[in-house]
């Protein structure tokens, strides 16, 4: 039994051993509590409440992919599912009906199901109908609505009130009337709603997520709860979706496994690869060696009883492309290679453990390179222009340093808590700031090569020309030369 | 500092000269053996083209076996001190940029970075003669993702080389492990240790990498960059110590023959040992 904490507490909603005592939604609590002794009450908490649809959302997406969780104007208390076409796996309507039930059954909750051809009708069925469960048949909408009192049309409170007291009770009552009286009244609402439910306008759902081109289901006879079982079925999705993707001449840039757990909780996972592919035994191995990798944080629970496996990127793929040249055709045979040690690497490290270099038309040091995600494909660099560390600080350490001349070459250095005393010092090389893409410009850096005694080479700067742009000029270390 | 080894003729196996024929076949059957266990090509037992990365250096070539840092095996190097890791690595990439071919080259480094904190350049690496292009990073979480990603790397045999920073500690069986799988992709492995490290057993060839006074033309200005290298183990090869150069503007290995005379002025140095190469200007 749920209940509202608002200022004057009434009842929000009953379960059904409290609907059979009477009770019934907008009630007060003190009212009802007069009336039956051992009253439970709990405080209504909407974030839970969307929390725990959103969950049974995700569990729902193991029947259809096309899920959409009720809005606010609905009622947000219950989820659409579009089985066109899904209902055969489970050998029909009744049977997906009836497996849906027994399953929140087991959950326990206690669901209202309808099937119909229009969500309208199916939202009116589910609340309104006598029957268990019913399913319309298609064209039946007009036949099976007349007797429903004028709410199941998901009219707002107060249109339901104004129907009620101009003494429309029956959708029956609204069906024969003429539409232009009603247009006038009641804008676009109620004829809306009327023609959503009886399938003269389409009622587009908002979709938990937009339902995959390429996606194979496997529902388990026996949970399963070991990684070596799960990589196993995972194989045998990718293996039906391949004639699918080859048909389309398509690959998989990107899958996402959802693992259905027994107690109703979905586990996803989502595999990126650096090159679309259509090769079952790769994506297993990215999976399995991801499923190393998350080992801890997987937890199974009572084990998962339906898997799915859908192509969330799919990117054309050269079918199996004829080289003429045996270069051409090495080449190409090492970017795949490449390829799949990146991704094998990616999924055991990480997403962001795997890159490469990249130059960027920029001056200031820092700026002038950057990395990225590897790629297979090989990055193009400018030939060597001017001397650079091997080694570079993305922040610059400030140095103490000694010069003869405020704008001279260091003399002494200290940094680390270390002292240096320098032998040679080779610049300096002047670099501006990029006045260009900065609200105030940065000072000028003059960079110096210097080495130690022993022959220990760094990169230091000095910050501001001095006497112009800074009276003390501050140093740092940029970097530490082979 | 020694002096650098003369060239040395390159030295046959030592046979006593008064063995009987048989015992001469036998220690040659051993030694064939001995190579094919170890997968070194030994000079005169197999006649396949050298397969090494080579320092372009006759003097230095002699002391390794077959002239070169041979192919799938494990070289280690490491620096004298913490302060010369930037030499240490200046000279693991300048190796790794004489790997033939354009495949990609494996660097597989922990994510806190070298040298506290300090990335890896690719203008740096450009500088070093290594096309930064070819190589893709990989940082690791731990030492076990790192051997990890080493094998996996290896065993693909997708990279023209794979190099590791490994930590100090290394077991005699990950060593093995390493050696293997270098062995069975037939790709060179450098491994760069921290000063302190234990030494990995199955090391085929150990550096131990000091930074030294670059050279420098008359004006003051640095031509080549200097590190002091010892080879501290060989196997089938020699150990040797040299003042190694590095010509950043054509790439190539030289020997400071005159540095390590104390008798000449400092700073001045003689011609290398290779000849001098033409040099781009700038």
Known sequence: MLADAADTASILAVNRAAGAEGLAPSMRIADARARIGFLQVRTHDPEADANALARLAHWSTRYTPSVAPLDAANGADGLFLDITGAAHLLGGEEKLLADLARRLAAFGLDARLACAETPGAAWAMARFSRTPAPILAAGAEAEALAPLPVEALRLDAETALTLRRLGFKRIGALMGQHRAPFAARFEKALLKRLDQALGRVAEPLALLAPPAVYLARRSLMEPIFTEDAIVEVAGTLMHDLVPALERDGAGARAVRLSLYRVDGLVETLDLALALPTRNPDHVTRMLKLRLNRIAQELDAGYGFETLTLAVALAEPMQAAQVEMSAAGASALEATTRLASLLDALRQRLGQHSVRRLEARARHTPERSETVTLAAPQTLHWPPPRSTRPVLMFPHAEPADVIALLPDGPPQRLTWRGRHHTIAHAQGPERIAAEWWSMQSPAPTRDYYLVEDKAGRRLWLYREGIPGREAAAPRWFVHGLFA | ?282
């Not at chain 2, 660097?107 to 970075?113: D, F, S, V």
């Not at chain 2, 003042?243 to 400092?266: C, G, K, N, W, Y």
């Open chain 2, 1 to 282: 500092m020694t002096p650098p080894h003369a060239p040395p003729p390159h030295a046959p196996p030592p046979h006593a000269p008064t063995a009987s024929h048989t015992r001469d076949e036998t220690v040659r059957e051993l030694r064939r053996m001995l190579s094919r266990i170890e997968s070194l090509h030994i000079e005169g037992v197999d006649g396949d083209a050298p397969r090494g990365l080579s320092f372009g250096l006759p003097a230095l070539d002699t002391h390794l076996p077959r002239g070169a840092l041979c192919f799938g095996a494990m070289h280690e190097i490491a620096p004298e001190s913490e302060a010369d890791l930037p030499a240490a690595i200046g000279f693991l990439i300048s190796l790794l940029a004489r790997a033939p071919g354009a495949a990609p080259l494996l660097l597989i480094l922990e994510a806190r970075g070298i040298a506290r904190n300090a990335r890896l350049s690719g203008h740096g690496l450009n500088t070093l003669g290594l096309d930064p292009g070819r190589v893709v990073l990989v940082e690791t979480a731990n030492e076990k993702d790192t051997l990890w990603a080493t094998e996996e790397a290896l065993r693909s045999g997708v990279p023209a080389a794979v190099a590791t920073t490994l930590g100090v500690k290394l077991n005699l069986k990950t060593s093995q492990r390493l050696q293997v799988a270098a062995r069975e992709a037939r790709l060179p492995l450098l491994l760069l240790r921290p000063p302190a490290a234990e030494n990995a057993a199955t090391a085929t060839t150990r550096w131990r990498i000091a930074s030294s006074e670059a050279a420098r033309d008359r004006f003051g200005l640095t031509t080549r960059w200097r590190w002091r290298a010892a080879l501290e183990r060989c196997r089938n090869g020699r150990p040797g110590e040299w003042i190694l150069e590095f010509d950043h503007a054509t790439h190539r290995f030289s020997l400071a023959a005159a540095l390590a005379d104390p008798a000449l002025p400092e700073g001045r140095s003689a011609p290398p040992v290779r000849e001098q190469t033409a040099r781009r200007a700038g």
